[in-house]
C-alpha cells in the first residue's frame, strides 16, 4: 500500500540550529515527492518538490530536500532555523503521471527556541 | 489575486443537519479536491475532480458529495452531518504536474 511515514511527531530546534526532517515512503513506482509548511490556521504552502534529475532539491525560504531512492526517503532540511520557521511540515507522495492524487504524511510540528 | 477560496472558514452545524462548503479557484486549474485534515492523521483525500463534470473518489468518501458544474467551483456537500465529520476541511487545486494551491480552510464541528 502507499504510504508516508513522517517519524517525528514534534521537534524543537534552537534558533540558529540545523534542522532535519524525516520522510519516509512506500511506493510501487518512482514517485513525485513534496514538501509543505502550513503556519496556524493558514493552509498548506508548497516548499519544494521532487520530480526528476538532481536529488538534491533546493526550495524557498532556504530549505532544501535530498531524495534517496535506496532508502525511500526525502528527508527535509536547513542549516540554521529562524523562529518564523515554527510551523508544521508535511511530507506528500503521489504518481508521476497524470493529475496525481498526493498522499499526505501525519506532519512534524517544528518548535523554535530563541 | 484571490486563489482558491474556501467559505465559510467556521461553521458548527447539529447532527443530521446538512451543509455545503464552498470551494472557488481563479486560476483556471482543471485539478480540484478537497481534503480533510485530522490531529495525527495529515491529509486525507476525500473527493476529487480533473475537470467540469468529472469527479471521482479519494480515500475516505462516505458521507460527502461533490459535483464540479464549472471549471471555478467544487462545493463539498455533507448531507447528513456526524460528529466523526468534525475537522478541518481544505479545498486545493493544481494545473497539469503542478504544485497544489490549497485554500485556508473551513473548520467545521458537528455537535
Known amino acids: 500500500a502507499q504510504s508516508v511515514t513522517q517519524p517525528d511527531i514534534h521537534i524543537t530546534v534552537s534558533e540558529g540550529a540545523s534542522l532535519e526532517l524525516r520522510c519516509n515512503y512506500s511506493y510501487g513506482a518512482t514517485p513525485y515527492l513534496f514538501w509543505y509548511v502550513q503556519s496556524p490556521g493558514q493552509g498548506l504552502q508548497l516548499l519544494l518538490k521532487?520530480?526528476?534529475?538532481?536529488?538534491l532539491v533546493q526550495g524557498i525560504k532556504g530549505f532544501e530536500a535530498e531524495f534517496k531512492r535506496s532508502q525511500s526517503s526525502f528527508n527535509l532540511r536547513k542549516p540554521s532555523v529562524h523562529w518564523s520557521d515554527a510551523a508544521e511540515y508535511f511530507c506528500a507522495v503521489g504518481p508521476t503521471g497524470g493529475y496525481n492524487k498526493l498522499i499526505f504524511g501525519a506532519g512534524t510540528r517544528l518548535a523554535v527556541h530563541p | 489575486n484571490a486563489g482558491v477560496t474556501q467559505t465559510p472558514k467556521f461553521q458548527v452545524l447539529k447532527t443530521g443537519q446538512s451543509m455545503t462548503l464552498q470551494c472557488a479557484q481563479d486560476?483556471?486549474?482543471?485539478?480540484m479536491s478537497w481534503y480533510r485534515q485530522d490531529p495525527g492523521m495529515g491529509l486525507r483525500l476525500i473527493h476529487y475532480?480533473?475537470?467540469?463534470?468529472?469527479?471521482d473518489q479519494g480515500e475516505v468518501p462516505n458521507g460527502y458529495n461533490v459535483s464540479r458544474s464549472t471549471t471555478e467551483d467544487f462545493p463539498l456537500r455533507l448531507l447528513s452531518a456526524a460528529p466523526s465529520q468534525t475537522s478541518v476541511y481544505f479545498c486545493?487545486?493544481?494545473?497539469?504536474?503542478?504544485?497544489?494551491?490549497f485554500g485556508e480552510g473551513s473548520r467545521l464541528t458537528v455537535l
Open positions: 486560476m483556471n486549474h482543471e485539478y
Open positions: 521532487y520530480f526528476s534529475g538532481d536529488t
Open positions: 486545493a487545486s493544481r494545473q497539469d504536474r503542478g504544485e497544489l494551491f
Open positions: 475532480s480533473v475537470g467540469a463534470g468529472i469527479t
